[in-house]
Nanobody
Framework: QVQLVESGGGLVQAGGSLRLSCAAS????????MGWFRQAPGKEREFVAT????????YYTDSVKGRFTISRDNAKNTVYLQMNSLKPEDTAVYYC????????????????WGQGTQVTVSS
C-alpha cells in the first residue's frame, strides 16, 4: 500500500503561482511513477503531468506545457507540481497518484490516489 497526501492548494489570482506537494508513505516511493490529475466540477478526471521513477522523464498535457513543472524528491518521498501563469480554467481538485507503469495518461492505470487538494484561480 502507498498512502498519498496532497497539500498546497488554495485561491490565487489569474497569472499567479502555486506549488502542490504530495507526500508518500508505505511502500518504496521510487518504485512508482507519479502523476498529477485534476477534476473540475461536472467534468471527468483529466491527466495533467507524470514523472518517471527516477525523475528524469516527464510528460505533460498540452494545456499546461510551459506553465507547470512536475518534479520529485525520492529522498523525501514527495512529488511536486509547480504551477505558474495560472488561468481560471485550471480551477479543479488536483490529485496525485502512483503507478508502476510509465506515461500512463489513463487514471485507471494508477494504483494509489491521494484525497485531492482544491485549486481555485480567480479572474
Amino acid at each position: 500500500q502507498v498512502q498519498l497526501v496532497e497539500s498546497g492548494g488554495g485561491l490565487v489570482q489569474a497569472g499567479g503561482s502555486l506549488r502542490l506537494s504530495c507526500a508518500a508513505s508505505g511502500r518504496t516511493f521510487s518504485d512508482y511513477a507519479m502523476g498529477w490529475f485534476r477534476q473540475a466540477p461536472g467534468k471527468e478526471r483529466e491527466f495533467v503531468a507524470t514523472i518517471n521513477r527516477s525523475g528524469y522523464l516527464t510528460y505533460y498535457t498540452d494545456s499546461v506545457k510551459g506553465r507547470f513543472t512536475i518534479s520529485r524528491d525520492n529522498a523525501k518521498n514527495t512529488v511536486y507540481l509547480q504551477m505558474n501563469s495560472l488561468k481560471p480554467e485550471d480551477t479543479a481538485v488536483y490529485y496525485c497518484a502512483a503507478t508502476t507503469g510509465w506515461k500512463n495518461l489513463n487514471p485507471d492505470r494508477y494504483d494509489y490516489w491521494g484525497q485531492g487538494t482544491q485549486v481555485t484561480v480567480s479572474s
